[in-house]
């Protein structure tokens, strides 16, 4: 045990000294570059404003809090689409996870970012004198235009033990491929996270995404850091009855890029955002959502569980910022095999 918990250390070290080491070639933190990490997956979360590091127990823990894929008891499937911007972007995720034995859960999940037709018009310019100045005599010549688009990949392998009846704990290491128009990026990074449940019915959560700066690297020569950011969730099921519950979920997120006043809270090295919502269910079986983004977007949703399919939407409404880029629709499908073959081993 010593020994193994010496190489724990040991590893844990050298990815801590990796972004140290790199930095010094010229590698520089990026602000915003792993937004599109951000967004969120399935209905159910994003209907209570995205709440989802403690709530989320089932295959989407492998991207909220990894370490809760330890409450699934058996092999789940999960796919959303969700169009955002009244269409112009869309955002699909693809997930399954399976449980090793009575401690351990492995996952893989896939999520992409969208947005086609993008008109390239940088070379359309007809410039007839060729001073690179736009003057009255120039046009721009449809025929040279391209059709292009940008879309943002990003493959989890995730992985969760069991240490004890309460407490469980997890990680990711993802994938990250970005392109934009003709140019294309690459990037692999690091979540940690542990989910906890100190009394019946009220879980905790933790999840540092990017624990070590996640890298991307660009065809142009450009090399960039994803900053690490720390989420921290609440959820309590409160049930009313034998047929009526309650469960709150808030979610906290701490980020280390300097944001300032595009944030609820800056505290000078960190920026503060809080979302959360309240979800009411009837025998388990019917849901109805509400909730408020840290992006300050009001959110609703609602859910069935039907026998082995759980069905799940959800509305976003844009906060005043983005009115003009109109809401989103979020719908989610999640298969569980509750069959003895596909069962959690005791």
């Known amino acids: 045990m010593a020994r193994r918990l010496l190489s724990l250390f040991g590893a844990a070290a050298a990815l801590v000294a990796l972004p140290a080491a790199v930095a010094a070639q010229g590698y520089h933190n990026a602000k915003y570059a792993g937004e599109f990490l951000s967004l969120g997956v399935g209905a159910r979360s994003a209907g209570v404003g995205g709440a989802g590091t403690a709530l989320a127990n ?57 947005l086609d037709g993008i008109k390239d018009s940088r070379n ?3 410039d007839a004198n060729g001073n690179a100045i736009i003057d009255e005599e120039d046009r721009i010549d449809p025929s040279r235009i391209v059709i292009g688009g940008a879309s943002d990949w990003a493959i989890f392998g995730s992985y969760a033990r069991r240490l004890n009846s309460s407490l469980s704990v997890g990680g990711n290491v993802k994938f990250l491929y970005r ?68 469960t709150p979920a808030f979610d906290a997120a701490l980020r280390f890029e300097g944001r300032e006043e595009a944030t609820m809270l800056d505290i000078g090295v960190a920026s503060l955002d809080v979302g959360g ?39 976003i409404k844009p906060s005043a910022e983005q009115e003009a880029l109109g809401p989103s629709h979020r719908i989610s499908l999640r298969l569980t095999l509750e069959e003895d073959r596909f069962a959690r081993a005791k």
């Not at 909220?64 to 330890?70: E, G, R, V």
């Not at 690297?217 to 450009?222: E, R």
């Open 58 to 114: 089932d295959v989407t823990a492998g991207y909220y809090n990894p370490a809760a894929l330890s409450q699934i008891g058996h092999l789940q499937a999960a796919v959303f689409h969700e169009s955002r911007f009244s269409g112009q972007i869309n955002y699909d995720y693809l997930g399954a996870a399976l449980p090793l034995d009575s401690i351990q859960t492995i996952a893989l999940s896939a999520i992409r970012v969208g």
């Open 124 to 126: 359309a310019l007809i």
């Open 179 to 246: 392109s934009i128009l003709e140019h294309t990026g690459w990037g692999i990074g690091i979540d940690l996270s542990a989910h906890y449940t100190p009394a019946d019915n009220l879980a905790l959560g933790a999840t540092l995404s990017d624990a070590t700066k996640s890298l991307m690297t660009w065809d142009t020569g450009n090399q960039e850091f994803i900053v690490p950011q720390l989420k921290l969730g609440a959820a309590y099921r409160y049930a009313i009855g034998e047929q009526h519950a309650i």
């Open 277 to 315: 919502g309240l979800e009411y269910s009837y025998r388990d079986r019917a849901f109805v959502r509400g909730g408020y983004s840290e992006l300050g977007q009001l959110t609703v949703g609602a859910g069935v569980r039907l026998p082995k399919l759980n069905i799940d939407y959800a509305f």
